[in-house]
């Protein structure tokens, strides 16, 4: 619904995404997640999306998340949008780090996204600044659809957030210390007449924040289960940064994306004390945690549409009785996440027979994961696309070994590699 | 909102119900609840309902509900209809097997549904193909509406789905063994020319899945009170399968609408050990449960417009400046459900003078619950309609008595009787 | 949109309010919140906002909320709008008690609303008569948009309600005692011919209840923390009234808001004990609490509009091309609230070293808080505000002190004053 003079908008889209995993080799007696995995359908993502235009300059969003059995906010904000070079939104949305994030969750190449955009806030809420400007080559400029602007030429953004934990969507924040987060990114050849690079864009993001006595995340397999999860009385405190270093090539059919991330926080294993008029905070232990996880994924439209950023547009909309197919995409991934040994640290006295894990218990987090990936996708049409994924992933630690009398033992071993099949129906619009 | 051709259309509809529940008789000193039960006002379901279709042939559903104090998902599916007696439907919606349950809430005769919907899932997540064909006398074929297609002739559905849990509606499964649920329904004199049979509708639902270590559901009573649940460390584990013959007869303003329902499951008493590297689940007791229910209401137009499984169109909306008075409705119900005795079974050692209830234990879970009710349903115009209904439920089993210490005793006793007037105002369109 | 006749109707609304908070000389090390408040973001309110008309006579609205990390339904209820002095809504909505509860939440002039607003409840269940009536002056009769019909010359609301607790909003009340709410509210010069007193508005609105073993609120500072919480055993039980005497004037760009707040009600410390067929309620200790607040708000549009109590609309919206700059409003608040100082009692034996709190424990729960604020408000336009204000609030009681083994003494101690400096960016249409 629109306006005469266009400067009033309101628009409703949607996405349903219903899931299917199946897990292979799941019922081994040794597998560490005991009798096997739970194969089942899921709503992945359910979102009704409200968004609109007022004033002609400022542009606001609503969309909440119905799946997974939670009704939460993913956006809400503002964006005051007068000047094309430096636009401010407010508000919850995306954390301008990882790239992988920053794709629509409706135009994934797979079910779920590669490791490193777990090691980054997936929404965060503060205000940013952002802005995008014309290449040597463009002459008009387009006013793009998104807070991240994935730009003619060259688009930043610069925010100032509450510093949401790993992978994590919250609303309230536990710590003081507030984070910047900031990208960059930039189609250096959009424009220049050399077809092959037109669609390569290179970027870079980061954060840099200092929180205190904050809660810790946990991360999860292509499978959707739990591999890593902190001590119950570590938590994320003293400075914390991230380096996402990030590109994408689009060619054609063909298309190829990747990141790399490095993360460093502070982590430390406290206690509460009351003294004075209140509860105070002692730190027990501490440590440096250095993590790191790289993504590529590489893709081909076997039907010769243009592969996107955006996701595909078939030619022809699927319509059996016109013997017209869609378009069928190909793709291939691999992945890689590897926590810092560090944190399995056992900081119990020399000599005791039972280890103290201050951080993290190697016999229920892993040390790195590895992934690879193939699947195929159809798109019956630019609203409709049907996946199917095999995930395999192997890992190093992550697993513990009970005695005959049920109590777990010293021992750490690697927890059994994951085989899921996955599939995906998926409506947006 | 629809495209010129009518290939895309997107549809708002929602309804909003508040109901008022009045306890008689509820302060009696020996009722098992206490102190008596809460009468109160609840917004017994609020729905903003997102539907809509896309390239003609894909129609997609999203619908939360905020009623009862919590936002939960009900729907979100795409239908491919592709072809009119096989289409394909993925994603979270009703269950293909009780009758009453695939009525429109908004269409309800009484407040709450009989006994026999309690007996099955309400929502379930999975991939359902479903379809409908024409019969002797038909000519035209109409698309019908909704997934389930009350049919001109005859209609099928059949699919996979997690198996939620009985009267269930949750997103994250914790069993492997999918189920399988399946309907079959016709109208079987539709176009013959008998007015009276047009509008008889026969039918059978049922359901065979084998969960394993999977939650046990609770059943309540027509004042949404608790009457039947599960000892905690009980699953239900095994083979389970249900049937559901089913029938409706809409003559003018006559109406008639019952089924039958018969579930069997296995029931274990489980707990969980730590072996090799990690938990197993060990089965104590089992058991097989038979439980049945039956439902049989009744209802007539006083005002003489068309009864309908989709409800009452008033021929003259409500207008107390016109003397118009919307149309009136009378109603009758009976409905009963029995648990198996075997499930209230004492495994303590013969001899022992405090009981085991290995899977439901007597004094808090009933027997067998039979319930009428009588109403008046008064529908202002098609959107608007105020129901007033009384319930009266008589329980076997299902109470405990306590000693003058506080100390629940072995005693087993009736329930009191469960008299309830209630009453909605509902809006829906 | 709209039917052709204009009976029916269907709108989509919403309201976007992303707040920051920062806390002045929150490091005290004496402060009784510990190592200091957290600075933060959060999204305060987040609605999309369904509401339309059927068949003329009928309105309707569904309004969730999705801030401060949950999904909760606000508003959802049908209007019977037959009779203009006499009108039926039931469903859930705002109680018709206090004032400045009943102004909208985009409209605020402070960021959180002052005190006697948290003795009433936010949100009620029930059904509710309302109706206004024309004065001496007017000719024309409009029909005015929302339930409490902040009319031209004189309204009414009187209902039957849960009786939810203070600054409540829940859904499943837990008492059988039942609350009538009013309220009567008049413009006495509407139409007269006077310009300094056509805005000047006054009524009185009240509740009378008996809740039994009904939950217990919190009540929070200007800075969103708890500052008084009843001990864990009490309830609110016994008769309640409240009587909210309230006014506003506004004259031209000048607008002043206040109201008084007297809340009585039994407050008793219960526990349950199982006797005969099931549990019963029995109280300990009783007493009756009156506690009162009273809020004042002056404020002034500096850019000459009108100032009212639906906000500013800006005689030129925000556009930084053409110069304009939108409103701007000043305001300052003094808001009070005071809690009756028997709810502090000791209950101890005398000469018992330790003391026993029945109903709230002065170390935690303070006994009087005094507000002052000041704000700034920028209309860009009529759908874009952006606020800025200073709260601070000092306290009587409500803190402890730990001696150093970490133990609370019997000492009770003021709290420090929280200096909160809040910003909000809020977009609502």
Redesign the interface.
């Known amino acids: 619904?629109e306006s005469k003079d266009g400067d009033f908008k309101?628009n409703?889209r949607?996405l349903?995404q219903?899931d299917?995993y199946y897990f292979v080799d799941d019922e081994d007696?040794?597998?560490?997640?005991?009798?096997?995995?739970?194969?089942?359908?899921?709503?992945r993502r359910?979102r009704?999306i409200?968004s609109?235009t007022?004033?002609k300059d400022?542009d606001?969003r609503?969309m909440?998340d119905?799946?997974?059995?939670?009704?939460?906010?993913f956006d809400?904000?503002?964006d005051?949008r007068?000047?094309r070079s430096a636009s401010l939104a407010?508000?919850?949305f995306k954390a301008p780090i990882s790239l992988e994030r920053l794709q629509s969750a409706s135009a994934l190449t797979f079910l779920e996204r590669g490791f490193p955009t777990q090691l980054a806030p997936n929404r965060d809420?503060?205000?940013m600044l952002h802005g995008e400007f014309d290449g040597p080559w463009e002459t008009e400029s387009t006013r793009s659809y998104n807070l991240y602007q994935f730009p003619e030429f060259l688009a930043y953004q610069v925010g100032i957030?509450?510093g949401t934990v790993n992978n994590g969507n919250?609303?309230?924040?536990?710590?003081?210390g507030?984070q910047v987060e900031a990208r960059i990114f930039a189609h250096p050849f959009k424009g220049a007449g050399l077809d092959a690079v037109e669609g390569l864009g290179v970027g870079i993001g980061g954060s840099w924040g200092h929180p205190n006595?904050s809660a810790t995340p946990t991360y999860a397999t292509a499978g959707q289960q739990t591999m890593f999860k902190y001590a119950s009385a570590a938590r994320i405190d003293g400075t914390q940064y991230r380096i996402y270093p990030q590109a994408y090539w689009y060619w054609g059919p063909f298309g190829l994306i990747g990141e790399y991330a490095f993360s460093q926080a502070g982590v430390a294993n406290q206690s509460t004390?009351?003294?004075?008029?209140?509860?105070?905070?002692v730190t027990k232990y501490s440590t440096i945690e250095n993590d790191y996880a790289w993504n590529v994924t590489a893709s081909y439209v076997l039907t010769g549409e243009d592969n996107t950023f955006q996701g595909v547009r078939p030619r022809h909309?699927f319509?059996?009785?016109e013997g017209k197919w869609g378009a069928w995409q190909a793709a291939a991934r691999w992945t890689e996440i590897a926590f810092d040994s560090d944190v399995f640290r056992n900081v119990a006295k020399p000599g005791s027979s039972t280890p103290i894990y201050a951080f993290a218990d190697p016999r229920q987090a892993v040390r790195n994961a590895t992934n690879w990936s193939i699947g195929i996708n159809w798109w019956?049409?630019q609203?409709?696309k049907i996946m199917a994924d095999y995930n395999q992933t192997s890992f190093q630690g992550g697993?513990?070994?009970?005695d005959?009398k049920?109590?777990?033992t010293n021992d750490v071993?690697d927890r059994?590699t994951e085989k899921v099949f996955d599939t995906r129906?998926?409506?947006s619009?």
Chains 1, 2, 3 share one sequence.
């Open positions: 619904v309101l409703f949607g349903v219903a299917g007696p040794n597998n560490v997640n005991g009798d096997g995995l739970v194969n089942r359908f899921i709503m359910v009704p409200f609109g007022l004033w400022i606001w609503i909440p119905f799946g997974m059995g939670a009704a939460r906010l809400a904000y503002a005051l007068y000047f407010a508000g919850k809420i503060g205000a957030f509450d919250i609303d309230s924040p536990t710590t003081d507030k006595d004390v009351n003294t004075g008029t209140g509860p105070h905070t909309a319509n059996p009785f019956l049409n609203n409709v697993g513990g070994v009970y005959s049920g109590t777990l071993v059994a129906i998926q409506v619009f």
